[in-house]
């Protein structure tokens, strides 16, 4: 029906359609399916009738019935999506033009359909897990870090969330899990990665802060309360107690209340459901037990740096990069063969590209955390060229903090020793 109206009723000018406000049942709509999907306030749809209308070269029909649309209204589980009866025909002999439309229709819903990641965390008491918010999905190549670790990251997911891989575990007795390990400075991407990932393979993502978790059993009580298929996010991992840690230990008081051996537990004991994938989170590896990371409970381990110099070019032509998916235009009119590959080719984004060289040239390589090269891009985000007339004197300004900064921790470990 959307199809129809954007490519039938607008642009014939036709005067009469229908509107409805409400398109969705409310209060007996799953919470978490509806953060998931972004509704339109008003829905727009052709009138109860029969449409005419060329497409191709065909001649097809389109009718709605009053009736049907009463009946899909009147049952309390419709979600506003689907529901109505719609008769379609062409003029021939052939149902294959009914199967193109068919297709188109379907293709255009989907590049209408704005999907998110549901993200999930304990309530405030502890007791069950809430939907806490939805992002809209963020893609994968949006999170800047080496190019060949990220592909390999992409194909190993894919792998492991094929059906057939897990059959493959099952007939060889194998326990159907996969777990990451995400390391690295704060601000280069961790936790966006892992949302990235989900919104990649349409999981939802299960959130615990590993210093917030206030007992093994607490801990326990959440793995249980885990679907199978989705993404448990445990971050902070090095937080976890170990026996080497002494309560006078000082790095100590900042530590979970849950220990190793509950950790270990839940990761491969009986309460651990099959199919999940679970993504640990590190600013510090090296305090990581080598019991947790061994290979079964990490089968990879991603390094997220400091943003090299190709990463800053790229970063750059993305934020510069007019936004083609906010023009109702655009959406209305690409097909596949015009995807955003295309502009490459436009003369704009050859002086884009230029413009990326320029200011990457400026970076010096593994110096800066992508959210620090983010800051900067807040504050020029109108202008690609100021930005690049902007950035040597940011680096400047930025390496000599950093400088002074290195001084104050030299000072304040003399007073401490
Ligand atoms: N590699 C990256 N590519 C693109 N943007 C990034 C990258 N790393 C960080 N950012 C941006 O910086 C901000 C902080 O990133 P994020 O929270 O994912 O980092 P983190 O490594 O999880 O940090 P922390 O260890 O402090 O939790 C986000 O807004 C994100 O968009």
Redesign the pocket.
Same mark, same amino acid.
């Given at each position: 029906m959307s199809w129809v109206m954007a490519n039938v009723v607008q642009r014939r000018s036709i005067r009469s359609f229908t509107a409805r406000t409400q398109v969705h049942a409310g209060d007996l709509a799953d919470r978490a399916a509806l953060l998931k999907k972004k509704r339109r306030e008003v829905q727009y749809l052709p009138h109860f009738d029969t449409t005419f209308f060329w497409h191709g070269s065909c001649l097809y029909f389109v009718s709605r019935s009053l009736d049907s649309f009463h009946t899909s209204m009147s049952d309390p589980s419709y979600d506003g999506i689907g529901g109505e009866e719609l008769t379609l025909g062409c003029l021939g002999w052939s149902t294959e033009p009914i199967k193109r439309l068919i297709q188109t229709c379907e293709e255009y819903a989907d590049r209408q359909t704005e999907f998110f990641v549901i993200i999930y965390a304990r309530d405030r008491y502890g007791m069950s897990w809430q939907p806490k918010a939805r992002k809209p999905i963020?893609r994968v190549d !949006?999170?800047?870090?080496d190019d060949g670790l990220k592909q390999a990251l992409l194909t190993d997911m894919r792998k492991y969330l094929d059906p057939s891989t897990k059959r493959l575990y099952q007939s060889r007795s194998m326990p159907y899990r996969r777990g990451y390990l995400?390391f690295?400075?704060?601000? !280069?991407?961790?936790?966006?990665?892992?949302?990235a990932l989900a919104g990649e393979f349409g999981l939802d993502l299960y959130e615990v802060k590993i210093p917030c978790v206030a007992s093994d059993q607490d801990l326990e009580q959440m793995f249980q309360e885990i679907p199978p298929q989705c993404i448990v996010l445990l971050?902070?991992v090095d937080a976890i107690w170990t026996d080497r840690d002494s309560k006078k230990d000082e790095q100590a008081i900042s530590r979970s209340s849950c220990t190793l051996s509950g950790l270990l537990g839940v990761l491969d004991g009986v309460g651990s459901a099959e199919g999940r994938i679970v993504i640990m989170? !590190?600013?510090k590896p090296d305090r990581l037990d080598s019991a947790l990371v061994r290979p079964g409970r990490v089968d990879m381990k991603v390094m997220?740096g400091n943003?090299s110099r190709k990463?800053a070019e790229q970063?750059f032509v993305?934020m510069f990069t007019p936004d083609i998916e906010s023009s109702p235009l655009v959406v209305k009119e690409r097909s596949d063969a015009t995807r955003p590959d295309d502009e490459s080719i436009s003369p704009e984004s050859d002086a884009l590209q230029e413009l990326a060289l320029e200011f990457s040239s400026h970076i010096p390589d593994d110096t800066f !955390?992508?959210?620090?090269?983010?800051?900067f891009f807040q504050l020029h985000l109108n202008s690609a060229s100021e930005a690049v007339a902007n950035i040597s004197n940011w680096v400047e300004r930025e390496l000599s903090k950093s400088l002074l900064d290195d001084d104050i921790s030299v000072v304040s470990e003399g007073k401490t020793s």
């Open positions: 963020r !949006t999170v800047h870090f995400f690295g400075p704060p601000g !280069t991407g961790k936790s966006s990665l892992s949302t971050e902070d989170t !590190t600013n997220l943003i990463s970063m993305r !955390t992508p959210s620090q090269l983010q800051g």
